[in-house]
């Protein structure tokens, strides 16, 4: 009901009005207090950027990235192709922490694709429990392991025309396996690289397919899936969805979207998470170039929220 403060309008206004050498904002009118720190900080968005402006922009966002998270991965831990086709499944609606959590009893009753094809559903349901959604998952897994076993003679098939034929593969997860289990190239549009690549103008497709070839283009293949890691690294460390941490934000100068969030510099440190924010990561067994950056691992299942 903020439409209620008609009535206040004008007492508010001329407050605001003597309060004007202060805050550099001249169209206060309507807008109280917060509205206008925001719309101050508000870098211009790039209008009529060529694409080869674009290109370089982007490209620039990705370099300052790599050197923000120089440590970057993906972060479901996986020993194998298997468990991270399996892993990544498990992951929709819920952290990558949880499914860290989760995997390690599950891979250590049906370590190979042949003993989860052949899994009681129940005891699945069981172990899978804690990742929400529980027997859907339950049967995407044993589904897709059924699948691997009598279409690809239990090894997870290296090509994405391959990987999208097994239940519950999608091209997102393709992706994922792909970039990150058999070094090919690939662009992973999650909830997160969808958010970020349109703050930063990237694209304003909607589609994750028309995200991909809009953001591929920008790229050269080589960088796709490290590209990937950075623009999801910085969604869940400082780029949030409801208060991205702008004033805390290395690439702010490069951002349309600067002033989103919080831009004060003290209350948009308070906002990073993981080891930005020095708090442990989602990787129960993260790389060790992530340790030695002084990340810290993921508790196991119980220890932590
Ligand atoms: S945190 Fe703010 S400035 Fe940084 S990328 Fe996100 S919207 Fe842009």
Redesign the pocket.
């Known amino acids: 009901m903020k439409k209620a403060t008609p009535a206040k309008k004008t007492t508010a206004t001329t407050k605001v009005t003597a309060a004007k050498k202060t805050a550099p904002e001249k169209k206060v009118t309507a807008a109280k207090k917060a509205a206008p720190v925001k719309k101050a900080a508000v870098a211009k968005p790039a209008k009529a950027e060529s694409h080869t402006a674009l290109v370089r922009r982007a490209r620039r966002i990705d370099r300052e990235l790599a050197e923000v998270f120089p440590y970057a991965h993906p972060e479901l831990d996986f020993e194998n192709p298997f468990q991270l086709v399996v892993a990544t499944v498990l992951s929709a609606q819920t952290t990558d922490l949880r499914v860290n959590q989760t995997t390690p009893a599950l891979f250590a009753k049906y370590p190979t694709p042949e003993d989860l094809a052949a899994a009681n559903p129940e005891e699945v349901e069981e172990i899978l429990r804690p990742t929400g959604f529980f027997r859907a998952k339950t049967k995407s897994v044993i589904g897709l392991s059924k699948g691997l076993v009598e279409q690809f003679g239990g090894e997870v098939p290296g090509r994405l025309e391959d990987l999208v034929k097994l239940p519950g593969v999608g091209r997102k997860t393709a992706f994922v396996v792909l970039g990150n289990a058999f070094g090919r190239p690939g662009i992973t549009v999650d909830t997160h690289f969808q958010r970020l690549v349109r703050?930063w103008q990237w694209t304003d497709q909607t589609d994750p397919d028309k995200i991909e070839a809009a953001v591929g283009a920008l790229f050269p293949k080589s960088d796709w899936t490290d590209l990937s890691h950075h623009v999801i690294w910085h969604g869940r460390r400082?780029?949030h969805a409801r208060k991205?941490?702008?004033g805390a934000?290395p690439?702010?100068p490069l951002?349309p979207?600067?002033g989103?969030?919080e831009t004060d510099p003290e209350k948009a440190k308070k906002l990073l998470k993981y080891e930005k924010g020095g708090f442990p990561g989602q990787r129960l067994n993260p790389p060790q170039a992530y340790l030695d950056a002084g990340g810290r691992p993921a508790p196991p299942l119980g220890a932590a929220g």
Do not use: T
Request: hydrophobic share 35%; proline share 7%.
């Open positions: 703050r400082i780029c991205p941490a702008c934000c690439i702010a951002c979207a600067y989103e969030g």
